[in-house]
């Protein structure tokens, strides 16, 4: 049969290659490897999904073994080929068992990856070939493979050690097998030990041999022992979710009556935290005295015997109040015939059903007192408050008290407390769907991220997964020795260059390009080239000379200028986004929507002026990496931030530092105390909120503090004739209000770029793409973690990011502020610059733009 193999790359830089009669073969890859530079670092890769045929690459002398061949007419032998699905009983489980895939990793191609690559394909497993450990790792991200076969063999090419390490880092390792081919010792040779490999994260070795039998032997061991082992593990996740999720309380204990595990609904209804109670003896744990005398005798006999006990307990909660329960327990068989495990099936029984009621009625008179009074407050507070205020003070959770006047007793409680009383109280009288839906309202009450929505897995989108974890944590782990020195020392002011003394004296070309600064279509790159890279001194007149900022200051235009001239020489010109452009652009769509009607109407002058200054500072002395980078590096700044709003908190001090410290550009001299502590406030926090991890709870607040309430206004209004101003100006400018509104506001100019026209869209991607390109070769340079693994410059997808970063970060944030100061404008470009970056990833295309006809 000929060979007329078709190839093409994928999106993520794999080469497929596809027989001309449709089925997928392995090919060797040596001449398309040397072929194309774009194809470096990977071997061929097929999908199988049936037999074989085609080109083949032929086997050696050494792999034939005539005597010694594999029986392709084997019914397990077919079944493997054809890649069905196995089905795997798992005790009282039936679980379907996918095709095996595997992983080889092998610099360079030669018989042992040939001899591994056959035993696969007469196995019928998917198999996958990567030469270099940067594609074995993406390709492992994408596929999960069950086992990955690394070559140890050849130090000179890639450390296997630090790949294997690589993949036991990613959370989709858990349950692979990871296998080291190692040199067949030559001679007298001293055999070296395997803990070297094993403490690397490899779970055996494989001395070399290139025999298809030999390798194909491996395999078949591999699949029914620790595959297999694993396999079954994975499913256990499946039985821990089901106790978690279980409304029934459940404990397990060992049979030595120690206590191993007890489910949330255990340490809710007896009030233990989980810490408390798993490695104690259950004899520690305190008894109800309501029991009779003989009652844990006669379970112990049970026990003893083997046998199930079920019947009636009262069991002691931490605060002491006894609860009557219905339980089960039975005694598991393990190993050796033993009784290995106890479990406890706890059902709380029924109260009364008349003193629910009353005490229903209680926690409604009560709830209805609050709305009475409350009514003029802000009631999104409530949900801002975290659960552990509903903790008594010794720390335990005691959602459901057996005692309703110890809740009406309590002088100091948070409002979230109070929500939380009165739903575990009606729970109490409410039919089982209810109660079962009032218990995941409890849960999600009680996380401790009550703004952040969840992603699913990082494969869904590994894109949104890594802007996540770069934008929004600080940092994964300190690793010692890799300190990264960040300079605090502030630069000095450049004076090489023309420097305007006022407005008037900006030369004609500035000025022209300043023209249109206050259209939002306002191109920052033009000025950037017409300034030399110094564009946020003339911004900054004109826009503070618009908003009559000195005079609010009461200071001069001498010293403004000399500020923005301190500021902007402390920002990075060598970064390729974080830098004085970026501030002014910055600058420019906060004045943008300054000018905004509702946004007039809701903020005073000292707000204006703080928004306008905190835009100028809020990334000044920026050093080009995110947060992360910095908590993973054992930086300085990290140091003395204790890894909490590093930069945001460094950008914040440093600004004040630099203006106060000379009078000559200090802004603030001849401002009176109280009004000076107000807008250095106002700043701090404006500049605060541009950091990513409250990003969600900013938003949030924002839509259910502001916008719904003026949109129930809308709605009532509409009804009776008209908006009530009065309403409408009290929910505007409270002050808990103008401070989320002024979050809002430089949160959405600071990440304004994909509603930005086209061109200044696509300008803005290629800096921040660069910027987080070069944070990645520094961390793989330092041996850091890599903390967004996508934005490597040799496989990225620009288009990708775009996307991933719009729809998790911009869509709904600019849609509430567009909902709030109307700006359809931005909202039209936002919709264009999406599909622009939607149309380039649907052609397969990473760059930021299609390619010249």
């Not at 593990?233 to 459940?250: D, F, G, P, Y």
């Not at 089982?432 to 989108?461: C, F, H, M, W």
Request: aromatic share 8%; proline share 4%; hydrophobic share 35%.
């Amino acid at each position: 049969m000929g060979c007329a193999p078709s190839i093409h790359v994928s999106q993520s830089g794999v080469v497929y290659c596809r027989d001309s009669d449709g089925s997928n073969s392995p090919h060797q890859t040596t001449a398309v490897s040397q072929q194309s530079g774009a194809l470096a670092g990977f071997f061929i890769r097929t999908e199988r999904s049936g037999s074989v045929t085609g080109c083949r690459p032929p086997a050696s002398k050494e792999q034939k073994e005539p005597g010694h061949s594999i029986q392709e007419g084997s019914p397990a032998e077919r079944s493997r080929v054809k890649g069905g699905v196995t089905e795997v009983q798992f005790g009282p489980m039936k679980i379907h068992q996918d095709p095996i895939q595997v992983l080889l990793v092998f610099a360079k191609e030669d018989s042992q990856s040939a001899g591994f690559w056959w035993a696969c394909d007469r196995a019928g497993y998917k198999c996958n070939v990567a030469q270099t450990p940067e594609a074995a790792l993406e390709c492992f991200l994408d596929k999960d493979h069950e086992i990955v076969i690394i070559d140890n063999r050849h130090s000179t090419y890639f450390d296997a050690e630090a790949l294997c390490r690589s993949i036991r880092a990613t959370k989709s390792s858990e349950n692979a097998v990871i296998v080291a081919v190692a040199k067949r010792p030559q001679g007298d040779h001293k055999e070296i030990s395997v803990m070297p490999l094993i403490a690397a994260g490899f779970s055996r070795w494989y001395i070399e041999n290139p025999s298809i039998i030999a390798c194909y032997n491996e395999l078949i061991q591999l699949e029914f022992g620790e595959v297999r082992a694993q396999f079954k593990l994975r499913a256990c996740s499946a039985i821990i979710t089901a106790l978690e999720q279980s409304q029934e309380l459940i404990e397990i204990t060992s049979e030595d009556n120690i206590i191993q595990y007890v489910n949330p609904a255990f340490e809710v209804m007896m009030g233990y935290k989980r810490e408390e109670l798993i490695g104690k003896e259950q004899t520690e744990v305190p008894k109800s005295d309501k029991n009779k005398a003989d009652l844990l005798d006669t379970i112990n006999s049970y026990m003893k015997k083997g046998k199930e006990w079920q019947g009636m307990y009262y069991g002691r909660k931490r605060n002491g109040d006894s609860v009557q329960q219905d339980v089960k327990i039975t005694p598991v068989i393990g190993q050796g015939g033993k009784i290995r495990h106890y479990v406890s099936i706890k059902r709380p029984c029924n109260e009364n059903k008349s003193d629910k009621s009353h005490l229903c009625d209680r926690v409604q008179a009560e709830s209805q007192t609050d709305i009475h009074t409350c009514k003029h407050k802000d009631r999104r507070k409530s949900s801002d408050v975290r659960s552990n205020t509903s903790r008594g003070s010794d720390g335990s959770s005691q959602p459901r008290r057996s005692s309703i006047a110890r809740i009406h007793s309590m002088t100091i409680e948070a409002p979230i407390t109070k929500v939380i009383n009165i739903i575990n109280v009606a729970q109490e009288s409410s039919s089982e769907p209810v109660a079962e839906a009032l218990d995941r309202v409890l849960e999600i009450l009680r996380t401790t991220e009550l703004y952040s929505p969840q992603l699913g897995s990082k494969e869904d989108d590994p894109h949104a997964s890594d802007l996540v974890d770069g934008l929004m944590s600080d940092g994964l782990r300190r690793l010692s020795g890799n300190e990264y020195i960040f300079t605090k020392n502030a630069h000095t002011i450049h004076t090489h260059s023309h420097i305007p003394v006022s407005l008037h004296d900006i030369p004609p070309r500035i000025t022209e390009t300043m023209e249109n600064e206050d259209c939002w279509d306002f191109d920052i790159f033009e000025l950037e080239a017409a300034t030399h890279k110094r564009p946020l001194v003339y911004l900054g007149l004109k826009t503070f000379s618009r908003f009559g900022v000195c005079e609010f200051l009461n200071c001069s235009e001498s010293v403004l200028r000399s500020w923005l001239q301190v500021i902007e020489a402390n920002y990075h010109s060598s970064n390729s986004y974080h830098n004085s452009t970026h501030s002014a652009d910055v600058l420019h769509a906060t004045a943008y929507f300054l000018c905004k009607e509702r946004v007039k109407q809701s903020l005073d002058r000292t707000d204006e002026v703080a928004a306008l200054i905190a835009a100028t500072v809020h990334d000044v002395d920026h050093p080009g990496r995110t947060n992360s980078f910095l908590c993973n590096a054992g930086s300085e700044l990290a140091l003395l931030y204790n890894d909490t709003a590093v930069l945001e908190s460094h950008h914040a001090a440093l600004a004040f530092q630099l203006t106060t410290r000379d009078d000559k550009c200090n802004i603030f001299k001849n401002m009176e105390r109280n009004e000076y502590r107000t807008l250095r406030q106002a700043i701090i926090d404006m500049v605060l909120a541009t950091e990513m991890t409250k990003h969600f709870e900013h938003v949030n607040k924002f839509v259910n503090s502001i916008n719904k309430p003026l949109a129930g206004l809308d709605d009532n209004g509409s009804g009776n004739g008209g908006i009530n101003e009065d309403s409408c100006n009290t929910i505007l400018t409270s002050p808990e209000n103008r401070t989320l509104i002024k979050r809002m506001l430089i949160k959405c100019a600071d990440i304004s770029n994909p509603c930005r026209p086209l061109d200044l869209c696509i300008e803005w991607a290629a800096r921040i793409s660069e910027e987080y390109f070069a944070q990645t070769d520094e961390e793989k340079r330092q041996g850091l973690p890599v903390v967004m693994p996508v934005f490597d410059r040799n496989t990225c997808s620009i288009p990708k990011s775009q996307i991933s970063f719009i729809d998790y970060f911009v869509t709904d944030m600019f849609d509430a502020w567009d909902v709030f100061a109307d700006l359809p404008n931005l909202i039209q470009y936002l919709s264009i610059n999406f599909k622009y970056w939607k149309c380039l990833d649907e052609q397969k295309l990473h760059s930021l733009r299609p390619p010249e006809p």
